[in-house]
């Protein structure tokens, strides 16, 4: 069935984004729990830790 060709790679495709913003949402959401985590010793840590950290945001 040529006809279903198209649909069906586009049903691959926008799958495919789908589960990549999942990733990229659930990546940042942990990201911003540790600095959220990390803000109250912020005047403890050092500043190379402090860059690393804000380096992912």
Known sequence: ???????????????????????MINLNSYFMINMMNFSFNKNIMCKKYNKFIFKWN
């Open 1 to 23: 069935m040529p006809q279903m060709m198209p649909i069906y790679w586009l049903m691959i495709f926008y799958l495919c984004l789908f589960v990549l913003m999942l990733i």
